[in-house]
Structures are given as structure tokens and as C-alpha cells.
T-cell receptor, first 112, second 115 residues
């Protein structure tokens, strides 16, 4: 079956530091890949997505590239801000019912 | 457009009691999902509806959980009787079948505490 493995946290960075959160997946066929973000007390928000190999998703300074050869979708940001503190979830969507399979989430804390 | 609405936002009950959660999806979204998110884990799909029909309920504990979407719009998820391990955030999401990728849009969730 489908599965997602992402870097365990928590991750603590200083403001303006470089961020990488690793994500690898196992899936049959050609899934779509997503990063969702969950701010404290809120629901999940779609951060970015990629639907095919070599696609790069980007939003709010965050980027991730769909790498089929390494089955990875690592999240990066060049300079994090305090407001980026949240839990980040990697997910894939595949199969006939487009079901989402999530990783366990990575808590990011950015200190001023 | 209005997002996915859920109520209540918080609920505390004792074990063996029953509880119900309500979800109103984004207007026009035919697909509705209920997820369970236990603290420290990613969301897990409980049930998926397409209009008012069930597409996937393979991970729904059917001895205690039930869900319905009678008119293909609002949905209710019920737990009866609740157990301590049901403490979690219950997330509702919706998507439109017109979009190939079927991005899912999530509500704020209902945080359930079973004591």
C-alpha cells in the first residue's frame, strides 16, 4: 500500500535559517504529492503540490520537487520566519478514490 | 468562497457516552472525507463520500463509528460508545471531482477528549 515517511522533529531554527524537511514515499502508479501546514489551533492548509515527476511546487517561499527516481518530495525554504512555526505534513494522493496518505508530521519552531 | 465548516470545535465526554460531529463542505464539492488525527500523528482517513454514497470506509471502526451524508451536502460522524483511545481531532475535508488533482480542503477540526 501507499506510505509516506517524513523527517521526525521537532526542528528548531533561528529566523532566516535554511529549512529542509525530508519526505519519501512508497506508492504504486503515479501519485500526486502535497505539503500541508497546520498552524496551532487550526486545520490543515495546502501549502504546495506537484502532480508529476520533476514538477516543482512552490508557495510563500517554500519549494518542493517531485523526484521519481528517489521517490522524494523534500520541503525547502531559504529563509524561515517566526510565522512559519507550525506542523508540516507530507502527503500523497493516489488510487481511484484519490485518498490522501499522510506522514506523521514535523513540528517546526522558528525562534527570533 | 466559504470554507469547510465544522462543529463543535471542542468536546469533552466520558467513556461510553456518545458524541456527534457535523461538517458542511465547500459549496459544490461532491466528495467529503472524515479523518481522525491522533496527537503526534498524521490524519487517517475514516470514511469518504461521493455525493451521498460511501466510497471508502475500510478504516472506520464500524462497531462504534457511523457516518452519514443523507442529502449529499452536510455530513455527521457519530461515535457510540466512545473509548479513551478515540481522543483525537476529527477533521472534515471536501474536494471537487471537476479538478483532476482533487485537492482536499480541510475544516478547522473538532477536538474530542474522552475521559
Amino acid at each position: 500500500g501507499n506510505s509516506v515517511t517524513q523527517m521526525e522533529g521537532p526542528v528548531t531554527l533561528s529566523e532566516e535559517a535554511f529549512l529542509t524537511i525530508n519526505c519519501t514515499y512508497t506508492a504504486t502508479g503515479y501519485p500526486s504529492l502535497f505539503w500541508y501546514v497546520q498552524y496551532p489551533g487550526e486545520g490543515l492548509q495546502l501549502l504546495l503540490k506537484a502532480t508529476k515527476a520533476d514538477d516543482k511546487g512552490s508557495n510563500k517561499g517554500f519549494e518542493a520537487t517531485y523526484r521519481k527516481e528517489t521517490t522524494s518530495f523534500h520541503l525547502e525554504k531559504g529563509s524561515v520566519q517566526v510565522s512559519d512555526s507550525a506542523v508540516y505534513f507530507c502527503a500523497l494522493s493516489g488510487g481511484s478514490n484519490y485518498k490522501l496518505t499522510f506522514g506523521k508530521g514535523t513540528l517546526l519552531t522558528v525562534n527570533p | 468562497e466559504a470554507g469547510v465548516a465544522q462543529s463543535p470545535r471542542y468536546k469533552i465526554i466520558e467513556k461510553r457516552q456518545s458524541v456527534a460531529f457535523w461538517c458542511n463542505p465547500i459549496s459544490g464539492h461532491a466528495t467529503l472525507y472524515w479523518y481522525q488525527q491522533i496527537l503526534g500523528q498524521g490524519p487517517k482517513l475514516l470514511i469518504q463520500f461521493q455525493n451521498n454514497g460511501v466510497v471508502d470506509d475500510s478504516q472506520l471502526p464500524k462497531d462504534r463509528f457511523s457516518a452519514e451524508r443523507l442529502k449529499g451536502v452536510d455530513s455527521t460522524l457519530k461515535i457510540q460508545p466512545a473509548k479513551l483511545e478515540d481522543s483525537a481531532v476529527y477533521l472534515c475535508a471536501s474536494s471537487s471531482p471537476r479538478r483532476n488533482v482533487r485537492e482536499q480542503y480541510f475544516g478547522p477540526g473538532t477536538r474530542l477528549t474522552v475521559t
